[in-house]
């Protein structure tokens, strides 16, 4: 079986979300083979282009597409990118989610119509299996129509560090964090961490800790936020589970998420985690999360935590359960994938 492994190539230089997955699978889906002598053959296949993604957009990726005559299976893990000229071949394609919300500027309109709406339907009209990050996620799938019998589910994994490594020692001052880490897209929910924040103002033992790209912020959230924010810029990776230990609450109030493995990597270091409830969070991920209905009920949460801790009991069994999630798992369950194609 050889297996053609589709990646492109500036998003291996990205950290989070669909590159990491795509980064982490393929790493782990080699090492599987070769600690278990599989036999199977992978190969990674990068894009070096910036695609135009839509059937009949891009000449450049019409011709990348036109080269795998030699292999059995083709697997996009990236989703939303079309394939082209796969006839010849089984064509695995990973969605991590079907729905995105964006703001109202013409510059993103079009990239949700022409690049997310129109890829992923012409990636589902191709697709001989598809395999999806979270049950919600493989519910939509079937909505749009795809075939229940060919669509598996493969949450994503934790690298090991989350598990295993031990930060260094954090010198705290009487802070009590609250931190973010992650997007500033619009389906973050970024300004119900700053409306809380305004709330807990009268509170000066409680800080929030907000880390993320400013390069990919969507509005300026620094001209109104209360003085009990920090805005901590990029979270380096090198320095990620320092930066998780850093927080003694982890917020996530995200609007939609295909997966949300932030909420995993925090209960992994034995983080509570906060997510507004009614967003569409994969019930793989809420299990052991706080969920706040309100701006009200969240200052709620975080004082009531931080007044009388976090249950032991619930701590050890949501680390527990968070660590269960791991990139050998994963592979796995994307090899028995092919091997039904």
Not at 304 to 315: F, M, T, V
Request: net charge positive.
């Amino acid at each position: 079986m050889k297996v053609a492994y589709i990646s492109i190539k500036r998003f291996e230089e990205m950290g989070q979300g669909i590159p990491r997955y795509v980064t982490m699978l393929y790493k782990s889906l080699e090492q599987l083979n070769k600690s278990n002598n599989l036999g199977f053959n992978i190969k990674k296949i990068s894009y070096t282009g910036l695609p135009l993604i839509g059937e009949g957009l891009s000449l450049e990726l019409k011709s990348f597409f036109s080269n795998f005559e030699n292999f059995d299976i083709l697997h996009n893990p990236i989703g939303f990118i079309p394939t082209y000229n796969i006839r010849n071949l089984k064509y695995v394609v990973t969605v991590h989610d079907t729905q995105q919300i964006y703001p109202n500027s013409l510059k993103n309109k079009l990239w949700k119509v022409l690049v997310v709406k129109r890829g992923l339907n012409y990636t589902l009209k191709n697709a001989d299996f598809i395999i999806t990050n979270s049950s919600q996620t493989k519910e939509e799938v079937i909505k749009l129509g795809f075939n229940k019998k060919k669509v598996a589910i493969t949450n994503l994994g934790l690298d090991k560090k989350f598990i295993y490594l031990k930060s260094k020692q954090i010198i705290k001052n009487d802070k009590y964090i609250i931190g973010y880490l992650g997007a500033f897209g619009p389906n973050k929910n970024i300004r119900f961490i700053l409306d809380t924040a305004k709330l807990l103002t009268r509170n000066k033992k409680i800080e929030f800790n907000v880390y993320g790209n400013k390069a990919y912020w969507y509005e300026n959230f620094e001209t109104d936020a209360a003085k009990n924010i920090i805005f901590k810029g990029f979270a380096l990776e090198e320095k990620i589970i320092e930066t998780y230990d850093s927080f003694d609450v982890f917020v996530f109030p995200s609007l939609y998420e295909g997966f949300g493995l932030p909420i995993l990597e925090a209960q992994a270091r034995g983080l509570p985690v906060i997510i507004y409830k009614y967003g569409k969070i994969p019930k793989e991920v809420r299990k052991y999360c706080f969920e706040a209905e309100s701006l009200e009920h969240m200052a709620q949460i975080i004082e009531n935590l931080k007044e009388n801790g976090y249950n032991e009991k619930l701590r050890k069994e949501a680390m527990e359960y968070a660590r269960s999630f791991t990139w050998e798992k994963c592979a796995r369950e994307t090899l028995e994938v092919y091997k039904k194609c």
